[in-house]
C-alpha cells in the first residue's frame, strides 16, 4: 500500500508560479512511476506529467511542456511539480498518482494505469 499527500496549492496570478509535492508513505516508493493529472471543474481528469522509478525518464501533456517540471527525490519519498508561467486554463484540482511497476524506466500517461492516488490540491489561476 502506498498513501499520498498532495501540498502546495494555491491562489497565483497569471504568470506566477507554484510547486506541488507529493509525499508518499511505505517503502515501495523507489518502485513507483509517479504521475500528475488534473482536473477542472466541468472537465474529466487528463494526464499532466510522469516521471519513471529511476527518475530518468519523463514526459509531459503538450499543454504544459516547457512550463512545468516534473521531479522526484527518492530518499524523501516525495515527487513535485514545479509549474511557472501558470496559465487560467492551468486552474484545477491536482492529484498525484502511483504505479508499482518493476521495469525503472518505464512511465505511464494513463490514468487507468495507476494503482493509487492522492486527495488532490487544488490550484486557482487568476487573470
Known amino acids: 500500500q502506498v498513501q499520498l499527500v498532495e501540498s502546495g496549492g494555491g491562489l497565483v496570478q497569471a504568470g506566477g508560479s507554484l510547486r506541488l509535492s507529493c509525499a508518499a508513505s511505505?517503502?515501495?516508493?523507489?518502485?513507483?512511476?509517479m504521475g500528475w493529472f488534473r482536473q477542472a471543474p466541468g472537465k474529466e481528469r487528463e494526464f499532466v506529467a510522469t516521471?519513471?522509478?529511476?527518475?530518468?525518464?519523463?514526459y509531459y501533456a503538450d499543454s504544459v511542456k516547457g512550463r512545468f517540471t516534473i521531479s522526484r527525490d527518492n530518499a524523501k519519498n516525495t515527487v513535485y511539480l514545479q509549474m511557472n508561467s501558470l496559465k487560467s486554463e492551468d486552474t484545477a484540482d491536482y492529484y498525484c498518482?502511483?504505479?508499482?511497476?518493476?521495469?525503472?524506466?518505464?512511465?505511464?500517461?494513463?490514468?487507468?494505469?495507476?494503482?493509487?492516488w492522492g486527495q488532490g490540491t487544488q490550484v486557482t489561476v487568476s487573470s
Open positions: 511505505g517503502s515501495t516508493f523507489r518502485n513507483c512511476a
Open positions: 516521471i519513471s522509478c529511476s527518475g530518468r525518464t519523463t
Open positions: 498518482a502511483a504505479k508499482g511497476t518493476l521495469y525503472v524506466s518505464n512511465i505511464y500517461t494513463n490514468a487507468g494505469d495507476y494503482d493509487y
